[in-house]
């Protein structure tokens, strides 16, 4: 008896389990079972021809029922009325539901974050912060369109807030080698850090680095000593400084220039203030000229140029820009191709 009651424990966790493992085997013992008996009634029109067969099976599991091909012999009629048709509904059902199932566990390991994203050269966003990371998104979108795409990566308990725009990981730290992975940091061509605490940014900034040192690292700090630290151990990266203060004295001092800064920064057409350089084959040139240039030709408006490491803002129109040097312009879009040979 005890024997008896353990096979029947193990027959009903190995066989009623219906793992993707237990739905071949029963799938391949129906397709046997179906066969030798189709073929012990002298159903041989049915059986001579394997992809007859499989075909039959299909139609007949599938109810849609062509009527090309159907028993001949009363024994033949009575094993498709007791097992074929029954058993091949039961097993169609299952693995129709078992792919539905995959596939739905697929598209929310997606959502939650759980699954590796499979793009390269991405825009990696490391931190939540609500309302501001998703008007941060929506910029981006609206700069890389077509080009690179943009992969959040959270510690926050959420879902991916944009399906289907955007790639979303979830991670318990953003220091954790086996779950960085699934971001695919080695990879990505930009990387945004952005948290609400500075010592997360740090770290975080620090690990990308260290994984992906020719990445642009761009962190935003609320202390400017911990933005200074990350400085001075990686040179490459731009550290983006809380500027509440210095807004709040500068609309005091003249009023409307939030307006302004939140038009250049954050303007609902995209930013407005873009960079690009000036060629590296061309002759040296004044600043007169590229500002002249520029308005003329593409209603660009030049304001700083980049050169040896320091930003000089409003330049002098004597000042030359030498082959290289970064330029810095107002535009009501990004000028995707400079008319450089019309310089005058």
Known sequence: ????????RALKATLFDLSTRNLLLLTALYVVLSWLLLKLTGEYELTDNFSNFIYYLMVTASTVGYGDHSPVTDMGKWVVVIFIIPGGLALFASILGRIGSNLVDYWRAGVLGKRKVNTDNHILLLGWNGQRTLHLIRMLQHEEE???PIVLCTRSDIENPLPGEIGFVKVSSYT????????RIDVASCIVVDNLEDDITLSAALYCTNINPD?????YFKDEALSALL???CPNAECIPAVGAEMLAKAAVDPGSSALHQELLASTRGMTQYSTYYPAT???ISVEKVFLFMKNHHQATLIAVEGEGNI???PDLETVIKPGNKLFYIADERI???EWGKIV
């Open 1 to 8: 008896m005890t024997l008896w009651l353990y096979l029947r």
């Open 215 to 219: 990445a642009h690292l761009v962190a």
């Open 282 to 284: 061309a002759l040296e």
């Open 176 to 183: 954790d080698a086996q779950e960085m992975k699934n971001a």
């Open 312 to 314: 000089e803002l409003n």
């Open 336 to 338: 995707e191709q400079f």
């Open 231 to 233: 400085s001075q151990h």
């Open 146 to 148: 077509g080009n690179r």
